[in-house]
């Protein structure tokens, strides 16, 4: 079996920036998934991004991280489809139907990339505040903001964790293994800690998900999604205002991530993205 695939770096324009994907272009049917499992851990990025061509404007994509298959992810969509034009294989002429798990998506393309992510909801679990803040602080003594913590997702579960200002997100050290059993339990992906700026983005973000083998992640679609939808339920984000997140600065991978309210209450996550590498794999 030889299958083509693509090292694709998202929300960026630069080269080894952003949040790097595996691509993986697949035949009539997916490779089995102890297959895919077993290329997405010698890929070694966070996702790789298996996609099926069913029509000319209508994609089925699977995701997978090093250690199992996850609904969906941002940063592999949009390295997906931006390889797909960037190749001349879809227009940005009609809209894209994106089928996963979490739901069959739209995508659009207009210079960069934009999906459409799952309906957003607030998810019923409470998280101890000071039991989190532990785990994040890794034993640095930090200020907290008055704003609640909560569970949301737009596809993935993610704890939306506020931190009080940018030095204050800079310094988080979680515990990783505390993490990887407290976001275990909770069924959730991981977290997502986020500083309100003022300096021409939205928010300056870090994203920690241990528990699928990805310490800190450089660019997330679904958890910055997630935060759009947080920040609209206490004012800060009304419908037609576009978001930029700031990311992957603690990882010298800087991503600028955009997201979109649209009236309709659903919210559109994208960017841009650049080829790094391609080759052929030999199964």
């Known amino acids: 079996m030889r299958l083509k695939y693509f090292i694709v770096d998202a929300f960026t324009r630069e080269p080894f920036g952003g ?7 697949v035949g009539d049917t997916f490779p ?5 499992q077993q290329v997405a851990a010698e890929l070694r990025y966070s996702e790789t991004a298996f996609v099926q061509r069913q029509a000319v404007d209508e994609f089925h994509l699977r995701y997978f991280t090093p250690c ?21 294989l879809i227009s940005d002429e009609r809209p894209i139907v994106n089928h996963t798990l979490a739901g069959d998506l739209k995508v659009s393309i207009d210079r960069q990339v934009m999906m459409q992510m799952a309906t957003p909801t607030v998810v019923d679990k409470r998280v101890d505040p000071e039991r989190l803040h532990r785990i994040m602080a890794g034993g640095s003594t930090l200020q907290w903001p008055d704003l609640p ?12 964790m506020p931190v ?12 990783m293994a505390a993490l990887s059993a407290l976001s275990e339990e ?18 300056h973000v870090r994203n920690f998900g241990p528990l699928y083998g990805v310490p800190e992640e450089s660019a997330t679609g679904t958890a910055n999604a997630a935060l759009t939808h947080y920040l609209q339920r206490r004012g800060r984000v009304t419908a037609g205002d576009e978001c930029r997140f700031m990311q992957g600065e603690a990882m010298q991978r800087p991503s600028v991530v955009a997201t979109t309210l649209h009236a309709d209450g659903s919210i559109w996550v994208g960017g841009d993205s650049v080829i790094v590498a391609e080759g052929d794999l030999l199964l």
Not at 164 to 175: R, T
């Open 19 to 25: 949040n790097p994907a595996g691509v993986v272009l």
């Open 32 to 36: 089995s998934e102890r297959v895919m």
């Open 68 to 88: 199992s298959e996850v609904d969906l992810c941002g940063h592999a969509t949009i390295a997906t489809f931006g390889m797909l034009w960037q190749r001349g």
């Open 149 to 160: 913590i909560e569970v949301v997702s737009t596809g993935l579960p993610d704890i939306i």
């Open 164 to 175: 009080k200002d940018l030095e204050s997100l800079n310094a988080l050290q979680p515990d």
């Open 186 to 203: 909770l069924d959730v992906v991981g977290v997502h800690a986020f500083a309100l700026a003022d300096d021409g983005y939205t928010a």
